[in-house]
Structure formats: structure tokens, C-alpha cells
């Protein structure tokens, strides 16, 4: 079920912070509950109030999702802190900013979640991750929940420790996905499709295998081996990719480098 908050105020509307607010705008949220914060002034959407400083105090009840990048977070503290009271709750989707540096920066907010959402929230068909802790109140965590539910997947992880693998796979991984759909037909491209037919081709197979994996009962793996018939031409390019297990390898190795990236952005690095 959708919450919408009281108020919501948007540190920042970047890329991922402005497809979340475009979906939840789409899905109902009424504009004049929102204020974005953007030092250039640039406009959001219709009825959303921007401003480019901090206001004088934040309305009763309101969420704030922290959506700048993750090196402001020392600066951005400093003035919004103040303006924090018990009531506010705080969302932030900055990579590799552990629950306990943001609590240490906001001490007097008692509710405060990590999120990790992936670009496809802004079509409602996204994942995003959720962490908070024991502090936070159920009611909070239903309400947070509720408005993640409008971009697609929530999934709450109860180990921090797993919160950049998680983040590796879903927050990453249309990324990864990206670049194999364009791998995918410059290889069609090398076996003398015509290019512009090949993009279209290899972006459409992508699309519909992924909307049969998700209306299925079976794992992808299964659907996998159901249509490689034996010794034929699908099952002869499977041999390919299950060689040594050549993709599930290379794929360990791009989650694992994307993990290790996000761990050394939390330690400062």
C-alpha cells in the first residue's frame, strides 16, 4: 500500500533522486507536499517548490531523502541537522554511508533508513534496498516501505554488512545489464546483421526474455535448459557460456569489484 509523507524534502535530485521523485509524482504524490533543495534553481516538475538554500525550519512530519552525492554528506549535516527534530525521518541513498555515520551526523532523528534503488524505479519496475536499524520505529518502517512500494521492488536487508552486495546486484545491475544488451548485438553486428537491425533486435530478446523469466514459475535456469534443445543451435551457444562457467565467473568477478568499491567509499576512499 502507498504512504505518502506528510512532506518530503529532496537534498539534491540528481539522476536516481529524480526518477524516484518523477514516479512517485506519476503515482500521485501531491507536488505541493514536495521541496527539493538544488543549488542551481533548476525546476523539478510542475508544483514542486525548488529552492537553493536551506529554509528557516522543516513542516512537522517531514521525510527528508538525502539524494546528493555521497562526499557532501559532511557539509550537508552541518546545516540540515539543525533543522532535524524528532519527527523528521530521513531516507538516504548515498553509496557506501553507513546507518551509523548518519545517525552520528543526525542524532536527534530517531527514524532513518537506508535506500538503494536502481534507475528503473523511475518506471516503476525497480529494486530498491532497505536497511535501518532497531531505533527505527515499525510505523516508520511501514511508511518508508509504503513509499518505496510505488517504484517497483522492496527488499529489506537485516545485515548492513550485505548491504553493498545487494547493492552491487540490483543498484548496479541494470549497468551491467546495459552492456550486455549492447554486447549482445554488437556480436550479432559481427555476424553480419545489419547494425541499427541487431541493436533492435538484441534490446527486444532482452526485454521479452526478462518479462517470460518474471512471469514464470521455474528459475531462469530452468527456462534456460527448456529451450536449449540437445544438439541444437541454442544449446551449442549455452556450451559456450557454461564452459568452466565462464559467465557465472566473469559475473562474481563484476559484483565482487562493484562490492569492493562500495566498501572503500565507506571507509573514506
Known amino acids: 500500500m502507498t504512504i505518502w509523507p506528510d512532506h518530503l524534502f529532496l537534498v539534491g535530485c540528481g539522476n536516481m533522486a529524480g526518477q524516484m521523485l518523477s514516479r512517485w509524482l506519476v503515482c500521485g504524490l501531491d507536488p505541493a507536499k514536495v521541496m527539493v533543495l538544488r543549488p542551481s534553481g533548476k525546476p523539478v516538475a510542475d508544483g514542486v517548490r525548488v529552492v537553493t538554500d536551506y529554509p528557516a525550519a522543516l513542516p512537522a512530519g517531514t521525510t527528508v531523502l538525502l539524494g546528493m552525492k555521497p562526499y557532501q554528506i559532511g557539509d550537508v549535516a552541518a546545516a540540515l541537522a539543525p533543522l532535524c527534530k524528532g519527527d523528521t525521518r530521513i531516507m538516504s541513498i548515498l553509496a557506501g554511508t553507513l546507518l551509523e555515520d548518519l545517525r552520528a551526523r543526525f ?3 530517531r527514524d532513518v533508513v537506508r535506500a538503494m534503488p536502481n534507475l528503473p524505479v523511475g518506471l516503476g519496475k525497480g529494486v530498491t534496498a532497505l536497511f535501518t536499524d532497531a531505533r527505527t520505529e515499525p510505523a516508520a518502517r511501514d511508511a518508508v516501505n509504503g513509499l518505496i512500494c510505488p517504484l517497483g521492488l522492496a527488499e529489506w536487508v537485516e545485515d548492513e554488512a550485505l548491504f553493498n552486495q545487494v547493492t552491487a546486484l540490483s543498484g548496479c545491475g541494470p549497468a551491467f545489464v546495459f552492456r550486455f544488451i549492447d554486447a549482445l548485438a554488437r556480436a550479432g553486428e ?22 517470460m523469466a518474471a512471469g514464470a514459475s521455474d528459475s531462469p535456469a530452468l527456462l534456460a535448459d527448456r529451450v536449449a534443445s540437445p544438439g541444437g543451435m541454442t544449446r551449442e551457444g549455452m556450451n559456450v557460456l557454461d564452459a568452466d562457467d565462464r559467465l557465472l565467473r566473469l559475473l562474481i ?12 567509499m565507506a571507509r573514506g576512499e
Open 107 to 109: 542524532p536527534q532523528v
Open 190 to 211: 559481427a555476424l553480419g546483421i545489419p547494425a541499427d537491425q541487431a541493436a533492435r533486435m538484441a534490446l527486444a530478446t532482452v526485454q521479452g526474455a526478462a518479462s
Open 253 to 264: 568477478d563484476t559484483l565482487t569489484a562493484a562490492r569492493d568499491r562500495g566498501e572503500a
